[in-house]
Each structure stands twice: as C-alpha cells, then as structure tokens.
C-alpha cells in the first residue's frame, strides 16, 4: 500500500501477519516511518519493528549476513530464492538464523521444514535427469 512515507507490505502467514514498511531516509526518520507503520497496522503488534538499512547494490552481501534475508530493489531481475541460492553457492552464509523461527514452537518449525522438503521434493521428481537436459539443450553433434 502506498503511504506518504513509503510503501508498506503485509504478508499473512499461518498464525500471523508480517508487516513492514520501505522508505527513503532522506525523506522521513526512522522514527516517523516506525511510527507510520504502527498507526496502520490491522493486527496486535508481536515483536517491536527494526529498521534495516539498505544501500542498492553494495550492501546486498552485508544484509544477507546480518539478517538471513534477500532485499530486492524494485527493477531486480531475479527472485529472492535465486538470490539466496547465489549467496549460498559462493559460500555467503548469514551470521545468525533467519527470526521468523523466534515466532514459531518446535511443532511449527518442523511443519514447514517438512512441507519445504515436500516442495523441493515434488519440483525434483519433475525435473529431467542429467543426461537428458543435455540431449534436449545441448547436445553436441556427432563427429564423423
């Protein structure tokens, strides 16, 4: 949603709602958006909003560090799970757990591991072996 400050997300997940809002510090302080972001909430509020700042381009490695997150800017051509997956192939690992686990029991946490498995397990059962990704794309011709 559109607000004077910035643009604010929700996202509801199972047992709550995830808000946030992104703005541009040179046109608001922090906390004038931490207080826009509270008037507009629609639900009791869990754990108290952090701001995370974010430079385009030059902190994404940072970020990912310090909070176990992907940031993207609005003309990224790649989605978060690509991004994630390119941090953890050059061995970018984040300093701490991502904290969304903080709101969830043990019970939780490995409900959505188990349907995270599923996923990557039912996408894997759909993808062509090895040999034959290279024989539809690339395969070389014959030599003579």
Known sequence: MARDS?????ISLQHRVGNGLVYCSRFISDEDAIA????????????EPRVFKYK??????????????VFLTETELFRIDFWTQVMLGQGIMPKHYHRIVDNMNDTE???FLASLKQMVDKQVTQMPSHQ???DQYC???QLA
């Open 6 to 10: 910035g643009w604010q997300w929700r």
């Open 139 to 141: 395969k070389s011709p």
């Open 56 to 69: 385009t381009g030059s902190h994404r490695i940072e970020l990912f560090k310090d909070t176990a997150c």
């Open 109 to 111: 946490l490995k409900r």
């Open 36 to 47: 826009s972001l509270m008037d507009n909430l629609e639900s009791a509020v869990i754990t």
């Open 132 to 134: 034959d990704f290279i």
